[in-house]
């Protein structure tokens, strides 16, 4: 079938209740030359999912470039946080990461901490995004101010 409008679901529909790919989204709609770097990681993590991709590339391109709203996206932060850190337990999750990880997150701190960034706001974003270093400095470099809000004062 052609890539239907309206409220016709198609076979990537499912994508859109990913708070991944809306951060994907996001990412991409800001930073178009991440799309194939992002495509690569996905067929690593994800080759199921690449194919489907690769198939209906028409529909993943109107996904893709859907408007992504605020809200929106600090709910799906939020979906991929507790995602990865199963039911939120007071407000310290625990996390098992690797040293390769652990020296991704500290690469990560050096690089926004003088910014006005905090752990916190490092770990969320290196978590909402799949754990991927590039993606989580890109992310939060876009998204510095809103960021920077969302901290205590």
Known sequence: GGGGEGGEAGPLDFLRQLPHFTIMRQSIQMQPHLLPQLLQQLGRTNPQLLALINLHQAE???????????????????????????????????????EEEMQQIERLEQL??????NRRVVLESWLACDRDEQLAANYMLNNLEDLRNQLPE
């Open 60 to 98: 993943f391109v109107r996904l893709v470039n859907e408007p992504v709203g605020e809200e929106e996206l600090q709910q799906s932060v939020q979906q991929a946080q507790q995602a990865e850190g199963g039911a939120a337990q007071g407000n310290y999750n625990t996390i098992q990461v690797s």
């Open 112 to 117: 926004v901490f003088p910014m006005g960034l």
